[in-house]
């Protein structure tokens, strides 16, 4: 099955289950439409390899494909929420990506030692590095982990999940942590980031995206093109458009078709 096929088989699953999502929102019967989303989740990670999470602002219903940072399950899941049926995209906000702030965000907690921890408790220190943000996360709690590894994984998952994977890879060039607070650099609370870097966009002529797979539309490789190094490359390239990667696959081609 292609993968539009594919795509058009998950929202017939979702449209049969769509007013239970409602109704265990709602309710907040959280229990019953876990059984349901892990349903739907797993459908989505073997499809496109992104989780998928749904949640409720007040009156509002919001749907998310968490896809991290690779390109082929972020146009795939583009192309799932392209392709949704009227009666989900009339109700639903659709987020092809992780956006800034989700509840899943707001409602994240990390436990270091025996001490639990917020975004809130979280800041972020930055400068501007060539049109982009270099950022060190601090944390009061990070004096108790003895790990670097560990210290700077738990950062830029942390940022990846406050400010969204759009502006994530967009306008961030660099993440690592610190210990103390670094009095030479510009610093905020990580949930409010976003904003942050938003009004740096807007002040400083930022070139601005819709989408992840916008940022990245031109690849002009250095090598030659004999090169054999070269040539994994550029099938790599070739296999993110998601309506041709199992053809791709199945020929085993190794030319780059435009």
Same mark, same amino acid.
């Given at each position: 099955?292609?993968?539009?096929? /594919?795509?058009?088989?998950?929202?017939?699953?979702?449209?049969?289950?769509?007013?239970?999502?409602?109704?265990?929102?709602?309710?907040?019967?959280?229990?019953?439409?876990?059984?349901?989303?892990?349903?739907?989740?797993?459908?989505?990670?073997?499809?496109?390899?992104?989780?998928?999470?749904?949640? /409720?602002?007040?009156?509002?219903?919001?749907?998310?494909?968490?896809?991290?940072? +690779?390109?082929?399950?972020?146009?795939?899941?583009?192309?799932?929420?392209?392709?949704? *049926?009227?009666?989900?995209?009339?109700?639903?906000?659709?987020?092809?990506?992780? *956006?800034?702030?989700?509840?899943?965000?707001?409602?994240?907690?990390?436990?270091?030692?025996?001490?639990?921890?917020?975004?809130?408790?979280?800041?972020?220190?930055?400068?501007?590095? /060539?049109?982009?943000? @270099?950022?060190?996360?601090?944390? *009061?709690?990070? +004096?108790?982990?003895?790990?670097? !590894? /560990?210290?700077?994984?738990? %950062?830029?998952?942390?940022?990846?999940?406050?400010?969204?994977?759009?502006?994530?890879?967009?306008?961030?060039?660099?993440? @690592?942590?610190?210990?103390? *607070? @670094? %009095? +030479?650099?510009?610093?905020?609370?990580?949930?409010?980031?976003?904003?942050?870097?938003?009004?740096?966009?807007?002040?400083?002529?930022?070139?601005?995206?819709?989408?992840?797979?916008?940022?990245?539309?031109?690849?002009?490789?250095?090598?030659?093109?004999?090169?054999?190094?070269?040539?994994?490359?550029?099938?790599?390239?070739?296999?993110?458009?998601?309506?041709?990667?199992?053809?791709?696959?199945?020929?085993?081609? !190794?030319?780059?078709?435009?």
């Amino acid at each position: 099955m292609s993968a539009y096929t /594919n795509g058009l088989t998950f929202w017939k699953h979702f449209e049969k289950k769509q007013d239970a999502i409602f109704n265990y929102l709602k309710s907040e019967q959280y229990e019953e439409l876990n059984d349901i989303i892990q349903e739907l989740d797993e459908e989505v990670m073997e499809m496109s390899g992104a989780h998928f999470f749904v949640e /409720n602002f007040y009156d509002s219903f919001e749907m998310t494909f968490d896809t991290g940072p +690779n390109k082929t399950t972020q146009y795939l899941c583009q192309m799932l929420c392209d392709i949704a *049926p009227k009666s989900v995209k009339q109700n639903w906000i659709m987020n092809a990506c992780l *956006p800034a702030m989700s509840q899943k965000a707001i409602q994240a907690m990390v436990q270091i030692k025996n001490e639990e921890y917020t975004l809130a408790d979280f800041h972020v220190f930055y400068q501007i590095e /060539n049109d982009m943000l @270099d950022c060190k996360v601090y944390c *009061p709690g990070f +004096n108790l982990i003895g790990n670097p !590894e /560990n210290k700077k994984e738990m %950062s830029m998952y942390l940022l990846e999940l406050a400010i969204g994977q759009l502006a994530y890879e967009a306008y961030i060039c660099r993440v @690592d942590f610190i210990d103390t *607070p @670094d %009095s +030479n650099m510009k610093f905020c609370q990580m949930m409010d980031f976003y904003e942050v870097i938003m009004a740096l966009v807007e002040k400083n002529h930022w070139k601005e995206y819709d989408k992840p797979i916008d940022i990245y539309s031109v690849y002009q490789p250095i090598q030659d093109f004999a090169h054999d190094a070269l040539r994994k490359d550029m099938k790599l390239i070739f296999t993110t458009h998601p309506l041709l990667v199992e053809q791709t696959i199945e020929d085993k081609e !190794e030319v780059w078709q435009i």
